[in-house]
């Protein structure tokens, strides 16, 4: 029978441009002014990345990355002991094993390993039956998926966000997303420049486009729903993480006080964080991230979910990947598209093999076994095993 031999983390770089972000979204800290005047950071000339390797007795083996370098350790001295010598095809058991090893399992970095893992067993699955992960999940449900930039990180220069948000539409996609830089620290004068935003991409974009907007858990329930029952007029697809993920009784008080519908989830983990939301009428949308709410695995549950209580997912899209595979194996009808975060997407995929870059906002479906997560060797000049 086909084992886990070996689970094990490791960090390659190489040489790669990665832009420096021209402007930062609003935060949480903000509300202290030495940490607001912090600019968007400088451009690099290398690209680091942290990945999750796991092979079996037969040689297959299954990657996942980049992710974060904090949940390594975390992978290595406490997940792949009880992963050695298992089944990698009995991923409802491997998830519950991992989920009831540790108490502290349910949230955050432990969760966020958890989730790497059962990323890259699903790419190990995939190479061993020899299909793309969205065939082993039930797909497919169309031929393309249709994307949504996410403009993290440009200017929020009046001049340039209409032009760029004029540029998106050109290239084909039907949806964008813009984040708001200032917060209830700004008063007034900050939030009269964030519905300038709103009103700047509307009107560049015309009434045919969605746009969203994003606060970074960077507001507070007064102050999001001014804002809200301002930009009402401008019919934003959604505002999202209006106040930090904990607070989901502040969600439910913002959707109840505005017909803008309000998003979130991306830190947000596991079917049963998700429940909670559901269940008091917090959101309208969902955007759990693959690699931190628990997985492929997880992921597909938390769709189930939302199909039950008639709300869309728009997973998050930090891991491009393994979004895809479950967008593509999901309806249209629970997962309309996938997140592309233009910025950030080029640094990822940097030392790739094989890249996933929209034509005419949206991505075709991978025809390779597993995820698609491949590196160069000829991008890549330094490894180190963690």
């Known amino acids: 029978m086909n084992q886990i031999r070996t689970v094990a983390c490791f960090q390659v770089s190489g040489p790669a441009a990665v832009e420096a972000n021209e402007e930062r979204q609003l935060q949480m800290l903000d509300i202290y002014p030495e940490f607001a005047r912090r600019g968007p950071g400088q451009g690099e000339d290398r690209v680091t990345g942290t990945y ?10 299954g990657l996942f990355g980049p992710i974060f370098d904090e949940t390594a350790p975390i992978i290595q001295a406490k997940l792949a002991g009880r992963l050695i010598g298992q089944d990698p095809l009995a991923f409802e058991f491997l998830w519950d094993v991992l989920y009831r090893g540790d108490r502290h399992a349910r949230a955050g970095y432990e969760m966020m390993a958890i ?3 059962d990323c890259a067993l699903w790419d190990l699955r995939g190479k061993i039956l020899g299909l793309p992960v969205y065939r082993l999940l039930g797909g497919p449900t169309r031929q393309r998926v249709d994307c949504y930039a996410s403009m993290l990180g440009h200017s929020l220069d009046p001049g340039l966000v209409r032009a760029r948000a004029r540029a998106m539409v050109d290239q084909g996609y039907k949806a964008q997303k813009w984040f708001f830089r200032y917060g209830p620290s700004d008063g007034l004068e900050g939030m009269d420049r964030n519905i300038e935003l709103v009103k700047t991409v509307r009107e560049a ?17 007064s102050y999001i729903t001014r804002l809200c029952q301002r930009i009402e007029e401008y019919r934003p697809r959604w505002v999202e993480e209006p106040v930090p993920p904990d607070r989901i009784y502040d969600f439910a008080a913002i959707k109840r006080a505005t017909r803008v519908p309000i998003a979130s989830g991306e830190h947000e983990y596991t079917r049963w964080g998700f429940l909670k939301l559901l269940q008091i009428d917090a959101l309208d949308v969902l955007q759990a991230d693959p690699d931190w709410c628990g997985g492929i695995t997880e992921l597909v549950k938390i769709c189930t979910l939302a199909s039950a209580y008639g709300r869309h997912v728009f997973p998050h899209g930090h891991s491009l990947f393994p979004a895809l595979q479950v967008v593509a194996s999901q309806s249209p009808a629970v997962c309309p598209m996938v997140e592309f975060l233009l910025r950030p997407q080029a640094s990822k995929q940097a030392l790739h093999a094989n890249t996933a870059w929209p034509e005419n906002g949206s991505l075709s479906l991978p025809t390779r076994p597993g995820l698609g997560v491949e590196l160069d060797p000829a991008k890549i000049d330094s490894r180190r095993d963690l």
């Open 115 to 117: 989730s790497a893992v």
């Open 52 to 61: 999750v390797e796991i092979t079996t007795n037969d040689a297959a083996s």
């Open 205 to 221: 974009v015309g009434p045919h486009i969605e746009i969203m907007f994003d606060c970074f858990m960077g507001g507070d329930a």
